[in-house]
């Protein structure tokens, strides 16, 4: 998969894909609908299939201090991106010019003049435009008029309600890592490096992979079995282990992280890409009365882990 970050000065060899436009936080099944139908238009008129996406999220560049609510960082939903079979993915850097786009001029300009898209899909509750003034109905006008093809896709709805990047953040600040998934289509992960920590797990007799969660929605904190792919290095592979999100109350104030153990591993990771797949929500944080009660706990954790892993 190629990414384009950079559309002033674009390869002719960019210029032409049928793309889904969308923020695709998550790349959840109504996401993939959007996506399969740009690849069917992609089919037809044989052009690449690509994705016109934003980096920053929009929600970030105009509420800057507003919480973490990102399922994915840009990183993650590229990966994802790539395993879809996408070519293309147009990654427009989200600023002050695009953002005081009209909804007429991000079509001329962008769609037309910049990337020469052949056909563009969004679902029916798309907007663009300086103030979101452009609705989906106004992208068809615009690819009439313009020149090139529209699909406006519907809601995909699982019986129990829409799927949205918003209905999978309740289910993750709830612990049902279940629920997300089957809106997701996959397992929700959290990716990225592994960092160095304060290497207290070691001492426990549970070394733990560290990583960052900053910018990404929390889900709850607490313990999940989980499913850990490492992506890079001499260790890559696909592992079972135990998690720990939170902020480690035995241990004072910390910022919040992801500590994964793996089982029966026995290796460096630091600096390694890990994606962490949330299977089942096992208990809270809690804070022990002493270290030997923690362990314990732990030893129960991962056994229960152990227990449910083999079976998903």
Partial sequence: MRIIRDIA??????????????????VHLGHRAVIDLARAAAAQSGAPLGILTFEPHPRAYFVPGA???????????????EKLDVEKLYELPFNAALA????????SDVIVRALGLRHVVVGEDFCFGKGRRGTAADLAAFGAQM???VTIAPMVDLGAGEVSSTAIRAALTDGRPRDAAAMLGHWHRIEGPV???????????YPTANMSIAGL?????????????????????????????????????????CETYLFDFNGDLYGATLSVALVEYLRPEARFDSLPAL???MDADCARAREILPHV
Avoid: C
Wanted: charged share 20%.
């Fill in 217 to 257: 929605h929390p889900p709850r904190f607490g313990v999940y079995a989980v499913k850990a792919d490492v992506l890079d290095g001499p260790h890559a592979g696909s592992y079972d282990g135990a998690a720990s999100i939170g902020v480690r109350p035995m241990f004072g104030i910390n910022q919040p992280n």
């Fill in 147 to 149: 020149g090139f093809g």
């Fill in 100 to 107: 005081s786009l009209s909804a007429q001029e991000f079509a």
């Fill in 9 to 26: 000065f674009i390869d002719p060899a960019d210029r032409g894909a049928a793309v889904a436009i969308g923020n695709f936080d998550g």
């Fill in 67 to 81: 919480p973490p609510f990102r399922l994915m960082d840009a990183a993650a939903r590229a990966h994802r991106l």
């Fill in 195 to 205: 960092i160095r920590g304060d290497q207290r797990g070691r001492d426990l007799g």
């Fill in 295 to 297: 362990i314990t706990q």
